[in-house]
């Protein structure tokens, strides 16, 4: 079975742009979370989207946001980047009844 | 205080050895606790998981928890140099799916 695929792998973005990530979980799973991880804070939890809809959500600003469509594929966006932005962005998905989250390879963004 | 604590480290071990990684929860209503590995440069990569006092064992790796002093421990046999890498202790916040994670403890084992 194929693993938590995110793209792109790897972007670099302007202060002030907004950007889209992707994450496609494992066949079968209908949870999705996203994670930020920085050096400095570890990895934090944005939100969790079941079924098309947010079930979760982290302390992050409402420059992030997120969906998820009913094939499950999750999109995050991030509007009006700023410098500290820059992270990895982890998502996880999990199967229905399970609490066992795997992850994706991330997504390295760079605000520059 | 941290919703979930673990040791600074860095832990170094020599090949062979037993190595133990330790986790502190504040939050008692969490009933689920994972363990993941993440490399240099990698995704974290889930190891152990465990739900219940006492200890669960899957080959080298050995998961304990006590819900009574809210810790989480694990030990690894055998240490290899593969096993060298940052380990991360996360527990489930009660309700939702929601991983709240430690900082991680790098792990370095000398051959």
């Known amino acids: 079975k194929a693993g938590v695929t995110q793209t792109p792998r790897y972007l670099i973005k302007t202060r002030g742009q907004q950007v889209t990530l992707s994450c496609s979980p494992i066949?079968?799973?209908?949870?999705v979370s996203w994670y930020q991880q920085t050096p400095g804070q570890g990895l934090q939890f944005l939100f969790e989207?079941?079924?098309?809809?947010?079930?979760n959500k982290g302390n992050f600003p409402g420059r992030f946001s997120g969906r998820q469509f009913s094939n499950s594929r999750s999109e995050m966006n991030v509007s009006t980047l700023e410098l500290g932005d820059s992270a990895l962005y982890l998502c996880?998905?999990?199967?229905?009844?399970?609490?066992?989250?795997?992850f994706g390879p991330g997504t390295r963004l760079t605000v520059t | 205080q941290k919703e979930v604590e673990q040791n600074s480290g860095p832990l170094s071990v020599p090949e062979g050895a037993i190595a133990s990684l330790n986790c502190t929860y504040s939050?008692?209503?969490?009933?689920?606790f994972f363990w993941y590995r993440q490399y240099s440069g990698k995704s974290p990569e889930l190891i152990m998981s465990?739900?219940?006092?006492g200890d669960k064992e899957d080959g080298r790796f050995t998961a304990q928890l006590n819900k009574a002093s809210q810790y989480v421990s694990l030990l690894i046999r055998d240490s290899q140099p593969s096993d060298s890498a940052t380990y991360l202790c996360?527990?489930?916040?009660?309700?939702?799916?929601?991983?709240?994670f430690g900082q991680g403890t790098r792990l370095t084992i000398n051959p």
């Open positions: 939050d008692r209503g969490s009933q689920s």
């Open positions: 465990i739900y219940s006092n």
């Open positions: 996360a527990g489930l916040i009660q309700g939702a799916q929601k991983l709240v």
């Open positions: 996880a998905s999990t199967s229905v009844g399970a609490y066992e989250q795997y």
């Open positions: 989207y079941f079924s098309e809809t947010q079930r």
């Open positions: 066949s079968g799973h209908r949870s």
